[in-house]
């Protein structure tokens, strides 16, 4: 009864169908243009390149290979491989993209770790700047907020319009990472060791870290990256916790033995293609791992923002210190050993 | 199966069964055109599926389910007022549209899943077993998502048809 009227209500509605005739074209169009600029590289191997962007040696060889391949395959004239059209430096906004466990699918994930990864010229070392989710900016066309609400209303286009007008910096490309993805990854390399420099208790699990070296498991880890009501710096702490971790992630993915074992290889390549999520705006992938093979988590510095607390219609937010202003002008000047090495 | 012989035997029906997840036909050409893309990129991989229509059927599906808040079809479908069929002016007519749209509405603010599993059943005529390969979920699930849907369009839609009825008695 209730089904026949269901059945009805649908077969009345089949004269709002829109002709398929009228759509193949901008199908057509849409898959051009996507094939053409590859805005949106959103693969397994364009999370391996991130991978690679930051350090992983051992990958090193095997995407250079794929880039002379692609060159032969181009029907290239010279065996010289010409990748010198990215010098740096470059500039990423990383997003960690945090759901909670008891958060409906239906929400939109949060930006809870926002950093700037900032490659100096000649790609050889890295700096991470984490950027306090709390931290009072102009969101543009939104007026004053919390950082992390740009993600919120415009995902990561907004976050990186947001960012840019912060610190006067063109990002060369946007990486989104979700935690869940992360836990997996970590899994698929068997674990990461890692030191932590704080007793941390978990708040979702009891679960108790004490400040020393072991090896975390992903869901551990996932637990550990979550925590900051309980640390005495809260979200800085935790920043610190998070670039701690990206660094004995990429460590750890350069030291495993991957490519002899194709199976793990395998793991981690599709494990890194769950986690993350690359948007290049003017680079090409594989130029840009090719670009920073030379790069190596030793080479890897974790610094934050300067930010002081402070309140903002009752609620608690950082404020940018003038320091601030000093460290984007030093990144605009391509000019980042010079204020880690001056504070 | 080549890509052009799926598009012409098969995108009409998609942009039927979209319009019957979203209620919009605007929000389904969206809907079917994002997810033809990928189809379009990605046909080796899809055209490898036991059965491809059923894959991208699901991967349309799947789309229509994750659509975040905030997402671009989100806004478009937080607008748009469910559209509704030609107005008639012939008023016993009218009174009957009335209380048919009223299903209409009614299926706009049911769950995703929920509605999805109607249009499957009701409109695509699919087995449950089906549904639940497009849904990703259990068989029992499928059904718990539809007698939950019915229950719900029974509470809202009896109240309105016994008006409805009065008035034309």
Redesign the interface.
């Known amino acids: 009864m209730?089904?026949d009227?269901?059945?009805?209500?649908?077969a009345?509605?089949?004269?709002?169908?829109?002709?398929?005739q009228d759509?193949?074209g901008?199908?057509?169009a849409?898959?051009r243009r996507?094939?053409r600029t590859r805005a949106t590289v959103t693969s397994s191997l364009a999370a391996l390149a991130v991978f690679a962007a930051i350090a992983v040696p051992v990958l090193g060889p095997r995407l250079a290979g794929m880039v002379n391949t692609a060159k032969i395959a181009a029907g290239a004239k010279s065996t010289t491989p010409n990748h010198a059209s990215v010098t740096g430096p470059l500039n990423f906004l990383v997003l960690g993209l945090d759901r909670r466990p008891t958060q409906p699918?239906?929400?939109?994930a949060r930006a809870d770790t926002i950093m700037i990864m900032h490659l100096p010229a000649g790609l050889e070392r890295g700096y991470l700047f984490s950027v306090p989710r709390d931290l009072l900016v102009e969101i543009p066309g939104r007026g004053k907020d919390k950082i992390n609400a740009a993600y919120?209303?415009?995902?990561k286009d907004l976050a990186k319009r947001t960012v840019e007008q912060l610190t006067g910096l063109s990002f060369d490309g946007t990486a989104e990472v979700r935690f869940e993805g992360l836990s997996r990854l970590t899994d698929a390399l068997g674990g990461v060791p890692m030191c932590i420099d704080q007793k941390v208790v978990s708040i979702h699990t009891k679960k108790v870290f004490d400040p020393q070296c072991q090896r975390f498991t992903g869901a551990d880890a996932l637990d550990f990256l979550r925590q900051r009501y309980t640390l005495p710096g809260g979200t800085i702490d935790r920043d610190r916790h998070a670039r701690q971790f990206v660094s004995a992630l990429l460590d750890e993915a350069g030291n495993a033995d991957l490519m002899s074992d194709p199976a793990k290889l395998t793991k981690v390549i599709r494990a890194t293609g769950d986690a993350m999520t690359l948007d290049l705006d003017r680079i090409g992938l594989l130029d840009l791992a090719w670009a920073v093979r030379g790069l190596r988590a030793e080479n890897l510095t974790g610094d934050e923002v300067p930010t002081t607390s402070g309140t903002y219609h009752g609620s608690a937010v950082e404020i940018a210190t003038p320091k601030a202003a000093v460290l984007f002008e030093a990144l605009r000047n391509d000019n980042a050993s010079g204020w880690v090495a001056g504070k | 199966m080549t890509y052009e012989e799926f598009?012409s035997s098969r995108?009409?029906s998609l942009?039927?069964y979209a319009?019957?997840l979203t209620?919009?036909?605007h929000t389904?050409?969206d809907l079917?055109?994002?997810t033809?893309?990928r189809v379009?990129?990605k046909w080796r991989r899809v055209v490898k599926a036991d059965q491809p229509e059923r894959y991208v059927q699901r991967m349309l599906t799947n789309a229509y389910i994750?659509l975040?808040?905030?997402s671009w079809l989100r806004r478009v479908t937080l607008q748009a007022e469910p559209?509704e069929?030609?107005a008639n002016a012939n008023s016993d007519h009218a009174e009957r549209t009335a209380a048919?749209d009223e299903?209409?509405l009614l299926?706009a603010r049911l769950p995703?899943r929920q509605r999805a599993a109607?249009?499957l059943r009701?409109?695509e005529g699919l087995p449950d077993g089906e549904i639940a390969e497009v849904l990703g979920c259990a068989v029992g699930t499928v059904r718990a998502h539809i007698s939950r849907a019915?229950a719900t369009?029974?509470a809202h839609?009896v109240p309105a048809l016994a008006v409805s009825g009065d008035v034309q008695q």
């Open positions: 209730i089904e009227q269901l059945r009805a209500s649908f009345r509605h089949e004269d709002l169908v829109p002709q398929a759509l193949t901008k199908i057509d849409g898959a996507m094939r699918t239906s929400e939109p919120a209303y415009g995902g | 598009v995108l009409q942009l039927r319009v019957m209620g919009d036909p389904a050409q079917v055109q994002e033809m893309i379009q990129l994750d975040r808040r905030g559209a069929p030609r048919r299903m209409w299926l995703r109607l249009v009701y409109y019915l369009l029974r839609l």
